[in-house]
């Protein structure tokens, strides 16, 4: 079958359709600009061949013998360019836009006049070889436009408006307290299972609420409860959390005791007393005080027994030391109660590290530090260095030959002076907790089990590579998941990268990390870090990490409806971009449009729950990696002469629009 040949039709062809290319890819600019170039350099070889003028030589593709060009046959398999070269070609490109002519820049010849091969602006080449072979394509394309979702955590979290009982099916109660209960309750659409917190409607209880509610929609961390969504009935407040297995850390200290020499081994309390620091740590970096820490507020869940912290009615924003004649309110049990706090009222963040100092002694000992009796507590605590003496004389802490590291932790926390108490992020680093900070409590086979996965880069990559909509849709996916075992490699790679354990990741511990463990930092990572930072603060949040890392095969139809269903609060069952800007208000409408047309495949201006699966399962989606060419042989300038043609300034074709789509692969 005999070849077409070129002319100035077919060549002006191909460069009108990367015009209309280039003009329909300007959302996704960091997954198209290397198929875009390489569609532009095709386009730009076929004017040559058919004898047109080439204006940019900068944009110029390297020359193909005739034995090359005719092994131009589809596919052609592009090599993968190296990473730096790339990266630093894309870097240079873009810088070089800001140079060019207002004119140009206007888009009076092109959208992206940095594209064009008819620009004579100063736009750099890209790399032109790789071990001596030209390389004009990347499997692995650098992200160089970052695009973060834009989706806040109070976006996650908000009142469901239908009632409770149409939402759950209540099962067993699980807890019950003076201010409320807590039960086990099924997600009707989803299955999934969830703790339920019921609180009466009440001035106090009201106030409580408020309080817990803000607590936990702030404080993202592995090791403190995640809240789902709440209600408000008509006299009564729900919040739906995550189900914790248990059993609380009171039932975890009997349980152990009763079966290893009446007591915890070290290790196991260093374990447990480190978890519980992070989550005070976390609680502290964002303005909170908990207030009621103690052993029946702390649950353990999933098959690495992972501590949760619970219940947040008593917290309160800390605001240092107040006078007791402005403010007293002595709140907490008794048991785990600051001195300052049970003698006079006052609290800082200091009175949290106290009561983690008596579960410290409570998991040393089996018992607790003072009697029963509250009116005696106050007494022995009024009383100089009684504290220093009762640890010093302890019998029970002599009888387990305890490391002096363990004994100096607990003296510095149960430190009767506030201001000369250790600080949760310096007790994070004393050597008793260092001992044993890679370990975590569980089985045998978990223990085992790999803890960091070495390619969270190509996974942080593939998500900020993503696009918008599908995003937004995996991070609520990661915020509504259980404490699932597949994702124990992902819990256990943040819990690493975050050295500190204020529950978010920086940058800076991230490359630390990487260096650590000996593998290379890409040279787009400050791209890729800013594409996964949904909400544009310079860190990186518990959901955030895990959105990335999510294994596919937890993305099952369950999962998806849960994350349409926070999309589509109404219930309407299928979402424009009007609904799609009510639950993602930092978005424009213009960008929830666009949102809208990566679902929406058959331009119906909105999307329905198919769609929107069908994009999460990779079907009908925006490609991740940069498209590959398939390019048709073209006949060689030896081959076909060049009819003649006259100088002209700014050429115009006619569209040969068979040609143009066998050219780019469309049909």
């Known amino acids: ?302 098959v690495d027994r992972t501590v949760k912290l619970i219940d947040f009615g008593l917290t309160r924003r800390f605001k240092g030391f107040l006078p007791p004649d402005q403010f007293i309110e002595i709140v907490g049990t008794s048991h785990y109660m600051a001195p300052e706090m049970m003698l006079d009222g006052e609290y800082s963040p200091a009175v949290d590290i106290w009561s983690l100092g008596i579960l410290l002694y409570v998991l040393l000992t089996g018992m607790m530090l003072l009697p029963k009796d509250d009116e005696r507590k106050q007494v022995l605590l009024r009383k100089p260095g009684y504290i220093s003496r009762r640890l010093k004389n302890c019998a029970a802490l002599e009888k387990r030959d305890l490391l002096e590291q363990a004994r100096d932790i607990l003296e510095q926390m149960l430190e009767r002076e506030p201001k000369k108490r250790i600080a949760a992020s310096e007790a994070l680093s004393h050597p008793f907790i260092l001992s044993y900070c890679h370990e975590h409590l569980g089985s045998s086979s978990v223990a085992h089990a790999p803890d960091f996965d070495d390619d969270f880069v190509d996974r942080l990559r593939r998500f900020g590579k993503a696009p918008r909509l599908k995003k937004v849709a995996l991070l609520s996916m990661a915020h509504l998941t259980d404490h699932e075992r597949s994702l124990l490699v992902a819990r256990h790679t943040f819990r690493c990268i975050d050295r500190d354990g204020d529950g978010v990741v920086t940058l800076d511990e991230l490359k630390e990390v990487l260096a650590e463990r000996g593998i290379e930092a890409p040279l787009d990572l400050d791209e890729i870090f800013a594409a996964v930072d949904s909400d544009s603060s310079g860190r990186l949040t518990f959901v955030e990490f895990l959105a990335c890392l999510l294994p596919d095969q937890l993305i099952d139809e369950s999962l998806c409806h849960a994350a349409f269903n926070v999309l589509d609060p109404e219930n309407k069952g299928r979402l424009n971009a009007i609904d799609l800007q009510a639950v993602c208000p930092a978005n424009d409408l213009q960008r929830c449009e666009k949102m809208v047309r990566q679902a929406d495949t058959r331009g119906k201006g909105h999307f329905d729950f198919d769609d929107f699966h069908r994009l999460l399962r990779g079907e009908d989606a925006v490609a991740d990696e940069p498209l590959r060419l398939k390019v048709r042989r073209m006949p060689s300038c030896d081959e076909v002469p060049p009819p003649p043609i006259s100088p002209i300034a700014a050429p115009s074709f006619e569209i040969d629009s068979d040609l143009a789509l066998d050219a780019f692969g469309f049909r």
């Open 1 to 302: 079958m005999a070849m077409p040949m070129v002319t100035s039709t077919s060549a002006g062809a191909m460069l009108d359709s990367c015009q209309s290319l280039v003009k329909s890819q300007t959302e996704d600019a960091d997954t198209t600009q290397p198929f875009v170039h390489n569609a532009l350099l095709l386009s730009q070889s076929s004017a040559t061949e058919a004898g047109l003028p080439c204006a940019s030589e900068s944009m110029a593709p390297p020359e193909l013998s005739a034995a090359q060009s005719s092994q131009l046959q589809l596919p052609v398999r592009i090599k993968r360019r190296s990473q730096a070269s790339l990266t630093d070609w894309h870097r240079r490109r873009r810088a070089s836009a800001s140079g060019l002519p207002s004119s140009q820049q206007s888009g009076e010849l092109f959208p992206f006049s940095p594209f064009s091969p008819m620009s004579p602006g100063p736009c750099p080449s890209p790399p032109q070889e790789i071990g001596g072979q030209a390389a004009w394509g990347s499997v692995l394309s650098p992200l160089t436009c970052p695009s973060p979702a834009d989706f806040m955590r109070e976006d996650l979290i908000k009142r469901n408006i239908h009632s409770v009982h149409e939402e759950y099916e209540f099962g067993s109660r699980l807890g019950k307290g003076s201010f409320g209960q807590v039960h086990e309750a099924t997600h009707r659409k989803t299955r999934m299972r969830r703790a339920v917190k019921e609180l009466q409607k009440s001035g106090t209880e009201t106030e409580d609420f408020e309080w817990e509610l803000q607590a936990l929609v702030a404080l993202d961390h592995p090791h403190i409860v995640k809240v789902i969504e709440w209600f408000d009935d008509e006299d009564k407040y729900y919040i739906a959390m995550e189900l914790c297995t248990g059993p609380d850390l009171a039932a975890y200290i009997l349980e152990r005791m009763g079966c290893d020499a009446n007591r915890l081994p070290e290790r196991e309390c260093s374990i447990i007393l480190r978890q519980c620091l992070k989550a005070v740590l976390c609680c502290h970096a964002n303005g909170f005080v908990h207030r009621d820490l103690n052993a029946r507020n702390f649950m353990l869940t999933g």
